[in-house]
């Protein structure tokens, strides 16, 4: 890590000290001693990590974007997110110009009157809008964006800021919650349908455009959560759509990390959710079904922010099977015998922002 990465490592360990001991949910004294964010980083994290970011940048496309199977404003947004949350200055460091490229890129996808971030191939567009708007919460207050239109590659043409791009997504995402029936999501900004999986990736989206300070009604906070909670068995496990329970260990692991970060982990659900998981992680080769990357990506998270002690058990196994199955070239894909895969840019950015809770960098990776 460069000096600046670990000036600013300091800087948000600093911050993050004080935001928690003013704002944060008390927590289990338990707890204070694992979360020690100047810990050095496992040996083989930073590789894998840093083997996936060399393939990364070598798949970029001239556009900003990458483009191997799917494409849009959220694939190129979960790339941004795992060389965010690498460490490196944002503004100094060696990702840089790949940052910005990538930022203009998901920017002029946008539709300027909507906000809409689509872009996205058949019917995955509100994950595209979801992810997106993740990305650009990540990055706002983060990358300074000045200069990102009058530097090479930005055609001299002054565009959107990163902060009025996620204000703009950030509305379109709460119209689209306002006039659904449910309060959620499904996969177009006009369904009146949802699902917990569509939900998961536009609330992440909301939740972290508000953390970064922009305005978002806490109505529709609350009524994506409430939906989530409808969504949630007698067991802790999460329903997909339509009714309680029977989904997958990814959609469960939504419930947990939404809640959590909505800061309302004192609701029924969120307490069964998260006992269910804990006991579906104890092995960290099972319950993989589906598509195995999207799983470990919501399940990392959702453990790090519901139990430390538990997510720190899971990683190490998690460590273990991620390294067996990068391939030479830094890349995550294929999975075959483990369910479905999403090509090489999302499966290996999955696979990364899995890792990246041990970096502990994005500001949603805090607890």
């Not at 609330?203 to 989530?228: C, F, H, Q, S, W």
């Amino acid at each position: 890590m460069n000096s600046r990465a670990m000036l600013r490592a300091v800087a948000a360990a600093a911050a993050l000290a004080f935001v928690a001991g003013t704002l944060a949910e008390p927590a289990p004294a338990a707890e204070g001693p694992l979360v020690r964010y100047g810990d050095p980083v496992p040996r083989d994290v930073r590789e894998m990590y840093d083997a996936g970011i060399r393939f990364l940048l070598k798949t970029q496309d001239a556009s900003g974007g990458w483009k191997d199977g799917q494409a849009g404003p959220g694939v190129t947004g979960m790339a941004v997110m795992v060389l965010l949350a690498s460490g490196e200055d944002p503004n100094h460091g060696p990702y840089r110009e790949p940052i910005r490229k990538a930022l203009r890129s998901m920017i002029l996808s946008q539709d300027a009157n909507t906000g809409f971030l689509g872009g996205g191939q058949g019917h995955d567009s509100m994950y595209q809008h979801g992810f997106g708007m993740l990305a650009l919460a990540e990055a706002y207050g983060a990358v300074d964006d000045r200069t990102l239109w009058t530097e090479s590659g930005g055609g001299g043409t002054k565009g959107r800021s990163i902060g009025q791009a996620l204000e703009l997504a950030a509305r379109c995402a709460a119209t689209s919650g306002k006039n659904n029936p449910q309060g959620a999501w499904r996969y177009s900004p006009e369904a009146r349908d949802a699902d917990t999986s569509v939900t998961g990736a536009v609330l992440m989206g909301l939740l972290a455009a508000r953390n970064a300070g922009i305005e978002v009604p806490d109505e529709t906070i609350d009524r994506a959560v409430r939906y989530v909670a409808s969504m949630t068995a007698a067991n802790g496990q999460v329903g997909y759509s339509g009714s309680p329970g029977g989904g997958s260990d990814a959609v469960t692991s939504i419930g947990v990390l939404v809640t959590a970060i909505a800061r309302q982990k004192g609701l029924p659900h969120y307490t069964k959710s998260l006992a269910y998981l804990k006991g579906r992680s104890r092995d960290p080769q099972g319950a993989m079904e589906g598509y195995p990357t999207y799983t470990r990506y919501y399940r990392a998270q959702a453990l790090f922010q519901g139990d430390v002690e538990a997510w720190e058990r899971w990683n190490i196994g998690l460590v273990k099977e991620l390294k067996a199955m990068q391939s030479k070239d830094g890349s995550f894909s294929g999975f075959a015998g483990r369910g479905g895969g999403f090509g090489g840019t999302v499966d290996t950015s999955l696979a990364l922002l899995a890792l990246a809770v041990n970096y502990k960098f994005l500001p949603v990776y805090e607890r």
